[in-house]
């Protein structure tokens, strides 16, 4: 069964710093991995979704990793706002149908 | 622009009824997917579907059953509420049977059984 782990639970960093999260997973079979954020009460906003068999993606100050024989993705941000304060999640896509797995998430608060 | 809408973002409803979700998504995707989401437990696959008519049940499914009789629109049903099921409750579709693309979330219904 599909685990995904994401370390560090919460984040608090000043206001311009550049920042990295980390998601790890068990099963190294799969198709994707995207990343998504959720503000406060919110449904979920998807960032980046990288194929597996891609190594990175980019959108703006945000690129995502994946390697997929280590079960690892790292998402980095560039330059944090105070409006990048949101949790991020990490989820694993295993099967064809999309079927995907989450992780906790890591809470992040950037500091003006 | 990908839109997945869900009928209401709030519901209070009293334990044993038959309550209804609704979500409808508007870029013709093969798969939709119900998600609970608790505090300390995360994102949970209650069912998902990968085509019209087609489901399959996700990793807690116990106490749920869905309908899917047009692609646009995946239904949610809790047969009989219970104060266990409040929560929130996320709506999701992608592309791509085969080869399944990014995951489109609506709002949420945030529910509430008394």
């Known amino acids: 069964k599909q685990e995904v782990t994401q370390i560090p639970a919460a984040l608090s960093v000043p206001e311009g710093e550049n920042l990295v999260l980390n998601c790890s997973f068990t099963?190294?079979?799969?198709?994707?991995l995207q990343w998504f954020r959720q503000d406060p009460g919110k449904g979920l906003t998807s960032l980046l979704l990288i194929q597996s068999s891609q190594r990175e993606q980019t959108s703006g100050r945000l690129n995502a990793s994946l390697d997929k024989s280590s079960g690892r993705s790292t998402l980095y941000i560039a330059a944090s706002q105070p409006g990048d304060s949101a949790t991020y999640l990490c989820a694993v896509t295993n099967t064809n149908a999309g079927k995907s797995t989450f992780g906790d998430g890591t809470t992040l608060t950037v500091k003006p | 622009d990908v839109k997945v809408t869900q009928s209401s973002r709030y519901l209070v409803k009293r334990t044993g009824e038959k309550v209804f979700l609704e979500c409808v998504q508007d870029?013709?995707?093969?798969?939709m997917f119900w998600y609970r989401q608790d505090p300390g437990l995360g994102l949970r696959l209650i069912y998902f579907s990968y085509d019209v008519k087609m489901k399959e049940k996700g990793d807690i499914p116990e106490g749920y059953s869905v309908s899917r009789e047009k692609k646009e629109r995946f239904s949610l049903i809790l047969e009989s509420a219970s104060t266990n099921q409040t929560s929130m409750y996320l709506c999701?579709?992608?592309?791509?049977?085969?080869?399944?693309?990014?995951?489109?979330f609506g709002p949420g219904t945030r529910l509430l059984v008394l």
């Open positions: 999701a579709s992608s592309s791509g049977v085969g080869a399944p693309g990014t995951q489109y």
């Open positions: 870029m013709d995707h093969e798969n």
């Open positions: 099963d190294s079979a799969i198709y994707n």
